[in-house]
């Protein structure tokens, strides 16, 4: 797994406005796309390509042909003439459900608004895209079903949803526990430019599928205000669950997640190795848009078992990412029995930004994590640093640590928008100065750096 890379001139990020950072992130994902992410990348490379071409449209109707001229109404009718390799568009507008697909059968049963259960194949995944520069929504806010609601249920594999918004699923009883944006149990699967937003629950949701891509996407803003087991307790930015041991990791790129009731990105509960990189986590644990705290509050919430030792538990990663503002720890091992790797990662102003409380056979708490070039500013210290193994972190260089350190240090204008081709915006904020006494202190972990050595933190600065 570990790879060592080297940066060659040719990996340079194209000259965005004034900026000129070179970022890590952005190095990472063109070495990924082609040596790491087996399928799903293959997937995007592919485009629009090999099989037939069908349209939606909100003025649609499903009698019609699903030619651009005449497109069809709804994605299931879509789905029951695609196949492997098609391309189904969705023009913009709004696509407003108000019922299920299927009658709650009791008041905790779960339903659908839209089920995608029809698979593509490897290479040939079937894609549901926004049409290019138009955005569809999808609104289920206004859904009725007395029982959990799953916005997107998607059981198929090597499906591939881009541009879509996804907003609004509701609890509509106090009698379970969260309803869900986008719930996936399918593998192979990619997840490019959602937002998915203001759910009475996770945003998306990855439970059982494994090889699953979630590339440049967001999701905010989401409150489970109806959870029987009290109010924001479950509604995470992004989950990935119960996925079996053996499986091929799901990954997360590019994503960012904030004001979510409960934590940024949860991975309780898996057997399967997730990979979480170049991400964002921020004021999660709160009532969003207030400071009135709600659920648990981590950014990264990196495995566990409820607090269970499991003899089988993967080891995780989380890298090139930033948590800041968090109510509880930016980083957290949420009580993992093995150690997960945590590289060049930006913590600041979370309670605290590292935690590595992890679980040993004796049900101990314990110290668990692999932690390299991070960056531990403001907030609160690190805890459960007993028992891990790390170095090269700025708590352990003793660098000075100040704002002048910092480009920016500002925590706001995180949600701005996306670049045109979906990968985050670039700003200034928690990036190294020029003169920062961060440059080069890192050691090489198998990430591109450039300079004689790997920066600290989620950025690495050009130049040196
Ligand atoms: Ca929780
Ligand atoms: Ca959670
Ligand atoms: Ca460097």
New binding site residues.
């Given amino acids: 797994m570990k790879r060592s890379i080297k940066i060659s001139t040719a990996v340079r990020q194209p000259a965005v406005g004034t900026a000129k950072f070179v970022t890590r992130a952005l190095l990472v994902s063109v070495v990924t796309a082609s040596s790491v992410v087996m399928a799903p990348g293959s997937a995007s490379a592919s485009a629009a390509a090999a099989g037939s071409t069908y349209y939606v449209a909100p003025n649609g109707n499903d009698g019609a042909a699903g030619t651009q001229a005449a497109p069809w109404r709804s994605i299931a009718r879509a789905q029951a003439v695609a196949k492997a390799g098609d391309t189904v568009y969705f023009r913009g507008g709004t696509y407003a459900y108000t019922r299920a697909n299927s009658a709650c059968s009791s008041q905790s049963a779960r339903v659908d608004a839209i089920t995608l259960n029809k698979s593509g194949s490897s290479g040939n995944p079937i894609r549901y895209w926004a049409y290019p520069g138009e955005k569809p929504v999808f609104d289920f806010s206004r859904m009725t079903d007395n029982c959990r609601i799953k916005g997107f249920n998607v059981t198929g594999s090597w499906i591939y949803l881009k541009g879509l918004e996804v907003k609004g699923v509701p609890q509509n009883n106090n009698r379970n526990a969260e309803s869900w944006g986008i719930w996936i149990s399918g593998s192979n699967g990619v997840f490019e430019q959602i937002n998915t937003h203001h759910h009475m629950g996770t945003g998306l949701f990855i439970n059982g599928g494994a090889g699953n891509l979630v590339l440049n996407s967001d999701s905010h803003d989401n409150y489970d205000l109806r959870s029987n087991d009290g109010p924001g307790?479950?509604a995470?930015g992004f989950g990935a669950h119960y996925t079996p041991a053996g499986r091929a990791a799901n990954v997360f790129r590019g994503c960012r997640a904030w004001w979510n009731a409960?934590?940024g990105f949860?991975l309780i509960s898996t057997y399967s190795p997730v990979t979480i990189e170049n991400s964002w986590a921020w004021r999660n644990g709160y009532v969003p848009g207030t400071t009135t705290p709600s659920?648990?509050g981590a950014g990264f919430k990196s495995g566990g078992y409820g607090g269970d030792y499991e003899a089988n538990a993967p080891k995780h990663t989380v890298r090139s990412s930033v948590a800041f503002l968090n109510k509880a720890a930016g980083f957290y091992a949420n009580h993992h029995p093995v150690a997960n790797d945590f590289f060049n990662n930006t913590g600041y102003g979370n309670h605290p930004n590292f935690s590595m409380r992890g679980v040993n056979s004796s049900g101990a708490a314990v110290g668990r994590g692999n932690l390299r070039n991070n960056i531990g500013y403001t907030g609160t210290p690190t805890s459960y640093m007993t028992g891990t193994n790390a170095a090269y972190n700025t708590w352990n260089l003793g660098v000075p640590l100040s704002d002048s350190q910092f480009q920016s240090v500002s925590t706001s204008g995180w949600d701005a928008p996306r670049q045109t081709d979906g990968s985050l915006p670039l700003l200034p904020h928690l990036r190294l100065a020029a003169n920062s006494a961060l440059i080069d202190r890192g050691t090489n972990v198998g990430l591109p750096f450039s300079g004689s050595a790997p920066d600290l933190g989620a950025f690495e600065n050009d130049g040196r």
Avoid: P, R, T
């Fill in positions: 307790e479950n995470d409960d934590d949860d659920g648990n």
